[in-house]
């Protein structure tokens, strides 16, 4: 709504259109001017169920009692919300075995469309229950504000809830009004759900060539070939060339569905109706729950596919996305990412860290880039060089923002990615392991020592270059820790091979006694070229075997 100001130039604009202004400070009206209304301390209540039609707040303490009591109002949002969902569980706890659909926006989204609310039963006829229950279901929440209601086995019944905003005697009249708006409604959606079935979804596929996809990546139908392609490749990678062969027809009719007039109509449903309709075609269940599955995960927190088919194809989709948008430089910037692509590499990462694929991440990134170089001619893509720059490091942003949610400290989560792990399923043992060893006595110390080591390494002019020659050591200590390094690799190597990571961590606190020796004896950068070059070669060594891991110098304070 627009209100023009008094100098009747400007003007301002409000949700609502305002009727009246109360401005309390303990019985004093405050005087204010806004909207065109003075403040006072009348205002109305409920349009029927008030006890008059204006009441006087008598002082702001006793605004929100009167609003209850005479006004048949419940001011508090909170409030309010907390007695729809009491009225929606005790309404479905008297028909039994019924519980209502749980939507935390749509109980927001109700709560602040009611002033008193009143939750009623209403039913529908059982014949639309042959269309999938998700039409049904977003139909009725979407358009008419309902909970529908699920049996005991999550499947969807004839009978809904209705939250009116009126408590009359007789409630029949509002029920019948109610059930009378969701039949074509729901009429609506079995008409979609019919007339789509009508047309295979292999024949569907050509359609999406004439969809542009981006101006600069080309249509739909091309973006489906390359996110075949790189299916192909990483389902041969994970289970040979039955694995390749499904992934490959997933990918193919992945984005069939969104040519049918039940997408048209609900885009919530994609993929969802790719399933019902790719099974309605024949097709056998790993294709078409990984239809659907591809667009997992959808937001945080949401499951991950339930296939091998679905794995795949989700991370070739997302991967074809994330290197053909940075290839043309459609960068997230600030809080603008109006392709998603943080949601995107938070999904390539779930699916490879929590399901523990044996996938390289660059390797994954190199593949799908191929993709692109092979089209770039003709989808005039020129950025593609430095995709492999930022690419890697957007991913490692988002990982490391997604552990520290998980409750891993920022040193923790710095020590293990500031390496780059290229299998991500390794992710949560390294870090398993890095807590297992900062509780270790000798942690302190020798997180310390490695961070000494990392600065004496970084600041040698000539670097580290060569093996450690033992006959050119002159000092007890560097002896010691040399034989000491010596004996406790293998044991450590051992370790690391079977992914005990924190074996291998906690075999180099037997370290911290030699290391000590050697800084406290050994001057590293000796006058005398050979005996210089080789402590640093031994030093070179201590560093790269303590940080296979992750770097312990990150966890020194």
Known sequence: MTYQLEDGWESVKFVRPVHGLVAL??????PVSILGLSSGRTTKGHRFEAEKPEMEIRDADSYENQMETEGAVIPNFEKRRAEILRQLNEAAAKLGGVKPVEDEALLDEVTALVERPNVLVGQFDRAFLEVPQECLILTMKANQKYF???DAHGKLTDRFLIVSNINPSD????IGGNERVV???????????DQDRKKPLDSRIMGLSRIVYHNRLGSLGERVER???IAQAIGFQLGG???ARQADQAALLSKADLTTDMVGEFPELQGVMGRYYALHDGHSPEIAFAIEDHYRPRFSGDELPRNQAGTVVALADKLEILTGLFG????PTGDKDPYALRRHALGVIRILMELDLPLNLNELLNDSLGNWLSAAASQNVNALAGVMESLPVFIWDRLSGLLREQGYSALEVDAVVSLHPQRLGDIPKRLAAVRAFTELPEAEALAAANKRVGNILKKSEEGVSGRVDAALFE?????ALFHALEKISPQASACFERGDYSGYLKAFAALKTPVDAFFDSVMVNAEAPALRANRLALLGDLRQAMNKVADLSRLAS
Do not use: C, M, N, W
């Not at 400070?25 to 405050?30: E, K, P, Q, S």
């Not at 000092?475 to 002896?479: G, L, N, Y």
């Open 25 to 30: 400070h303990g019985t004093d009206i405050v």
């Open 148 to 150: 529908p209601l699920l």
């Open 171 to 174: 409630p029949s009249a509002v």
């Open 183 to 193: 039949r074509p409604r729901l009429a609506d959606a079995k008409f979609f759900y």
């Open 227 to 229: 996110v075949q392609a």
């Open 241 to 243: 060339e039955t694995l």
């Open 328 to 331: 043309i430089g459609q960068t």
């Open 475 to 479: 000092e007890p200590a560097e002896k």
